[in-house]
């Protein structure tokens, strides 16, 4: 069986992020770049895929120079292979333009079943996935939490409201991925080693055919609002006395009641 994992690379949910003065985009200073957690289990699942079936894991990822480190961890974590987009001119590419991108190399290699994180923690759109599946025009189950590949089919559970739904689909389909599905493993010493061998492909729009007007670009960044500082209640140690403390602010400064 043949996998790929879309992976792409994002800041450090713990990094403190700060928007340039003329809204233009993010200070991308002293921020540490990781794989999207939702890729994670992208990449987790495939190897799993792998250890089962047999058959190769390609890596595909769009972004700058800085990306290969993303590639190259899940190179580490077992996968067998990778195809890097690299052109300033995709930087800023919205979900329908990474798809195509995406796609693009994609259609360069077998698969069976292409394997998405649901969402990118930096933009948030959950689309690229959706958009690549309709490119290639092949099936996809959405926001997946378990994988059965069985033969030509593929049996996922996508949670919803109080229940879950139980989804086939012929193969092969793109399937997008959420927390819940696995845990995924740590690269070991002697996979990172490994992985300074494996091979990534390195292509541009160019070279993909592609063309890199976004269908949509961003206005402009603009930061929350700060928040105001909390409140202690303290007037009076007893419940009620700390309880008709907040009834008063609440009507008095809130203003909400």
Not at 202 to 213: E, F, P, R
Not at 219 to 229: L, S
Request: net charge negative; charged share 25%.
């Amino acid at each position: 069986m043949n996998i790929v994992a879309c992976v792409k690379q994002v800041p450090d949910t713990e990094a403190q992020i700060k928007v340039k003065p003329d809204g233009s985009g993010i200070d991308e200073g002293g921020i540490k770049w990781v794989m999207n957690p939702y890729d994670e289990f992208g990449v987790e699942e495939a190897l799993k895929m792998k250890e089962k079936f047999g058959g190769d894991v390609t890596i595909v990822c769009l972004g700058p120079a800085r990306a290969m480190e993303t590639i190259r961890t899940a190179l580490a974590m077992g996968a067998d292979k990778g195809i890097h987009i690299n052109d300033p001119a995709l930087e800023n590419a919205d979900a329908y333009t990474t798809a195509s991108a995406l796609a693009a190399a994609i259609k360069g290699v077998p698969y069976d079943v292409i394997l998405c994180g649901q969402r990118a923690i930096d933009d948030d759109s959950g689309q690229v996935g959706s958009v690549l599946a309709e490119l290639l025009g092949i099936p996809q189950v959405t926001v997946v939490t378990k994988v059965d590949v069985d033969g030509q089919k593929v049996k996922v559970v996508r949670p919803i409201e109080g229940a879950q739904l139980v989804i086939e689909s012929s193969l092969p389909a793109v399937v997008t991925v959420t927390k819940g599905l696995n845990e995924p493993r740590y690269a070991s010493l002697p996979g990172i080693m490994k992985a300074k061998k494996k091979p990534v492909d390195v292509k541009d729009a160019a070279a993909l055919g592609i063309s890199a007007d976004a269908k949509a670009k961003v206005g402009k960044f603009i930061p929350p609002p700060a928040r105001p500082p909390g409140k202690i209640i303290c007037a009076d140690d007893t419940p009620e006395g700390k309880a008709a403390e907040v009834a008063k602010l609440l009507r008095e400064e809130a203003k909400v009641i």
